[in-house]
């Protein structure tokens, strides 16, 4: 494994893992887990020297992380576990809106360290900027609990660049979390600039395009029944055809290289700078140790050309979320 730093000074595995899949939003968001699996999945990706494990309290809700807490019991040392805090739940603990009070967010802090078993979180995003409480007010809340011992780092998650200036304007802001990948890029414009003139850190989740880029899905058919995908506008009947374009690129360096789809996509997203930290999704050790392989992948200039003319920013067929979901995003 190879490792690079968020923010002015926190090092972590150049690739983290996404720990959503093992207990997601919904049952089988991505197919179905098994815990065992997962598991051991957390225990592998110790081996292989992944440092940088991400979860939620949203996901499951709850559940991923007592699973990621399990995994890591006797395991702590050296780890950067990373949560994420800002819905509110309802008494049927589902989700009932946003919520970046700073009342709540102690809550959530509170809870996410007893279901994770630690003492500290090491890096505690804001999941979803709340458009009702100033960012200033949410950050102040988010510093209060650092200068306590309960956190580290702080981070936003798809946030705009007004947004984070105004975060880090309060305090250092070690990483951003939003989606990036070859059929996502619009990050580049605005967002990541910013983040390199303040020296926040990029984490992108959904590298691989929700498995799209790893070649490894031809058809809707290979998506199982119930599988959020299937209502992903990006994997819809009238956009399917048309991604495939990039995935068939991909797969051609891939056989030139001798390394597999998910390794190439992985690799052109490393290759955009040292400050980026994606966190592709597993929950089955075979998928892991593929993703992990790709610190060791090392693209030309023409194959890092040839998958910028193959996905250049905003040529990606259809939005990556519907519309209830957009409307969260680079607030």
């Not at 996404?18 to 957390?42: D, K, L, W």
């Not at 306590?148 to 936003?156: A, H, I």
């Not at 259809?318 to 979901?325: D, T």
Request: with cysteine; charged share 25%.
């Amino acid at each position: 494994m190879k490792y690079r730093t968020l923010g002015p000074d926190l090092t972590v595995s150049a690739l983290g893992l996404g720990c959503m899949p093992m207990a997601g939003v919904g049952a089988n968001m991505y197919g179905a887990a098994n815990e065992a699996e997962s598991i051991a999945t957390i225990h592998r990706a110790i081996e292989l020297g992944v440092t940088l494990f991400d979860t939620a309290e949203v996901y499951g809700p709850l559940i991923n992380e007592e699973l990621v807490g399990r995994a890591i019991r006797g395991k702590r040392d050296r780890l950067v576990i990373a949560t994420k805090f800002g819905f509110r739940f309802g008494d049927d603990g589902k989700v009932s809106g946003v919520d970046s009070t700073p009342a709540n967010i102690r809550r959530a802090c509170e809870g996410s360290l007893q279901r994770l078993g630690i003492d500290t979180i090491d890096l505690f995003y804001q999941h979803r900027v709340d458009p009702n409480v100033p960012i200033e007010d949410t950050v102040g809340a988010m510093a209060e609990l650092v200068r306590e011992g309960k956190l580290r780092f702080l981070g936003l998650s798809e946030a705009s660049a007004a947004t984070l200036r105004k975060a880090a304007a309060v305090h250092p802001i070690a990483a951003l979390q939003s989606e990036y990948s070859l059929w996502e890029r619009d990050i580049e414009e605005e967002i990541l600039p910013t983040c390199r003139e303040l020296g926040t850190g990029f984490v992108p989740y959904s590298p691989l395009g929700r498995g799209f880029l790893t070649g490894q899905i031809t058809s809707r058919d290979d998506l199982p029944e119930g599988d959020y995908r299937r209502n992903d506008p990006r994997y819809s009947e009238e956009n399917f055809a048309e991604n495939l374009k990039i995935v068939d690129v991909v797969k051609r360096i891939a056989a030139a290289h001798g390394v597999s789809g998910a390794q190439v996509a992985l690799a052109w997203l490393l290759a955009q700078g040292d400050d980026v930290v994606p966190i592709p999704g597993s929950k089955r050790r075979a998928t892991l140790e593929d993703s992990m392989a790709a610190v060791e992948v090392s693209l030309t200039a023409e194959d890092l050309t040839a998958l910028d003319r193959a996905a250049p920013r905003g040529g990606t067929a259809g939005p990556r979320y519907g519309g209830p979901m957009m409307k969260m995003v680079r607030l």
